[in-house]
């Protein structure tokens, strides 16, 4: 009997834990060749998620729990829950159910075929906003774009399923902004996708703001290319090269004519031009030394108060 490992990063979700266990135990209560566990990571959880976990892993043997000191994020609690696992195959799926549970059996098929990694390719129902969907596509294009690693449109999902072997690789890992997205593609081994639609979120806020998108695009795309170190120096030379022969001809032109050279507006927007394309290089700079800054003091991803596995 093959076990399969459930991973599911919680914050907040007092109300969709149960729920969520009961999906999943239904799921596999029609697949009797398999054993799973379901590992809840409590990433530092502000209601009462520890109790209701506590509860639930008291009742059922099937249900465990780690919960970190604070809140530590997404991507760390996924791969607190990768590194307690021990089944044949993980399955990392988020807490507010969104993630359909029912796709679980389709995942297990792709992977009983020989595929070491089965990803998810997320599409939206019709009733989901315009500019969240643009938004989505546009965040793929450019990080495939300007990026090593080339993520399927819609594909960035972290609703997937890890072999043992793919899992033992993916511990190995101890970067400090971990994408764990792109570090799955990044693995290789024999990969293959299915898609689902997104369903609703069941009870409780989402807290993955504007903010913590555009930080968590700026992570996929520095942690996986110099592309923007190397735009940064073009942009350099392109808009010097601009600047010297654009007003090295209107200088020549005022010498020759005898005109007055214009005064403080044009000088003032030239400086104010260059003066911003600077501290944008200097931004992109900053950032990349930020995160040698921060690997080089190797601090862990997260920290364990306590745990059930």
Partial sequence: M????????AHNEQENVA???QK???????????DF???FVNDGSRDNTQQKLEELSQKFSEVKFIEFSRNFGHQPAVKAGIDNADGNAVISM???LQHPAELIPELIKKWEEGNDIVFTIRTYPKEIPWFKRKTSDFFYQVLSSLSDVNLTKGGGSDFRLMD???VEVMRNFNEDDLFLRGLTSWMGFKQTGIEFTA??????ESSYNLKKMVTFAFTGI???????LSIAAYLGFLFSGFSVVGYGIYVLYSFIEKTEISGWASLIMTIVFFGGLQLIILGIIGIYLGKIFKEVKQRPNYIIRSKKI
């Fill in 94 to 96: 988020d807490g507010d």
């Fill in 164 to 166: 043992a072997s793919a």
């Fill in 2 to 9: 093959k076990k399969i490992s459930i991973v599911i990063p």
């Fill in 24 to 34: 999943i135990k239904h799921v596999f209560d029609a697949l009797p060749h398999y």
């Fill in 19 to 21: 729920l969520m266990h």
């Fill in 37 to 39: 566990e379901i590992i």
């Fill in 199 to 204: 369903c609703e979120r069941h009870s409780g």
């Fill in 222 to 228: 520095t942690s996986f290319s110099v592309k923007p």
